[in-house]
């Protein structure tokens, strides 16, 4: 079973430029999150899905982020227009059973956005 | 709000020497508790969690982890370091719906040969 994928795993952008990350769960997840980690400090929830709406996006720092879940499969998360403090790794990760998210989440290796 | 402290931002030991991460944590009643790995270039992988029962908890690639309510702490440990053991970790706990992981700063393991 593969598991969760993410792209790019590397990107540099300029400040003022938009970027779009993208993110695959595992097939057959409902759940799906976005986590990310600025400048190495925690690692931040920023929002969830089920299936394709949003359950909670609390996270989301502002409205330069927009999430998508377009028929509740894959994932992107798109930054218009980046900032310098938008750098850091932005995690994803699913779970099968919103009532048993907290026994299995699974992530992916992260997309690590630079920002010049 | 659910906090996670490391209180080790970095910690080196000699392969073979034991090994002993901290992990405190502020949550209202009994928490469910889980640590992750992250190896350069992977994604954060489950090494254990705890959800009740046994306060000692057996996880993957030999680490053990105990679980001290009346120190709030959940420190991850292994008796003997292998040099792929040099990687991150991070304690978590779900936040207050349970739903998302609250996680702490991350310690950064090197293993020395």
């Known amino acids: 079973e593969a598991g969760v994928t993410q792209f790019p795993s590397h990107s540099v952008i300029e400040k003022g430029q938009t970027v779009t990350l993208r993110c695959d769960p595992i097939?057959?997840?409902?759940?799906l999150y976005w986590y990310r980690r600025v400048m190495g400090k925690e690692i931040k929830f920023l929002l969830h899905?089920?299936?394709?709406?949003?359950?909670?996006e609390s996270g989301m720092p502002n409205n330069r982020f927009l999430a998508e879940r377009t028929g509740g499969t894959y994932s992107t998360l798109k930054v218009q227009p980046a900032e310098l403090e938008d750098s850091g790794v932005y995690f994803c990760?699913?779970?099968?059973?919103?009532?048993?998210?907290?026994?299995?989440?699974?992530f992916g290796p992260g997309t690590r956005l630079t920002v010049l | 709000a659910q906090s996670v402290t490391q209180p080790d931002i970095h910690i080196t030991v000699s392969e073979g020497a034991s090994l002993e991460l901290r992990c405190n944590y502020s949550?209202?009643?009994?928490?469910?508790l889980f640590w992750y790995v992250q190896s350069p270039g992977q994604g954060l992988q489950l090494l254990l969690k705890?959800?009740?029962?046994?306060?000692l908890v057996q996880g993957i690639k030999g680490f053990e982890a105990e679980f001290k309510r009346s120190q709030s702490s959940f420190n991850l440990r292994k008796p003997s370091v292998h040099w792929s053991d040099a990687a991150e970790y991070f304690c978590?706990?779900?936040?207050?719906?349970?739903?998302?992981?609250?996680f702490g700063p991350g310690t950064r393991l090197s293993v020395l040969p």
């Open positions: 990760a699913s779970s099968l059973d919103r009532d048993r998210a907290r026994e299995s989440q699974y």
């Open positions: 097939s057959g997840h409902d759940n």
């Open positions: 899905f089920v299936k394709e709406s949003k359950q909670d």
């Open positions: 949550y209202g009643a009994t928490p469910y």
């Open positions: 705890y959800f009740s029962g046994d306060t």
């Open positions: 978590a706990v779900p936040d207050n719906y349970g739903q998302n992981f609250v």
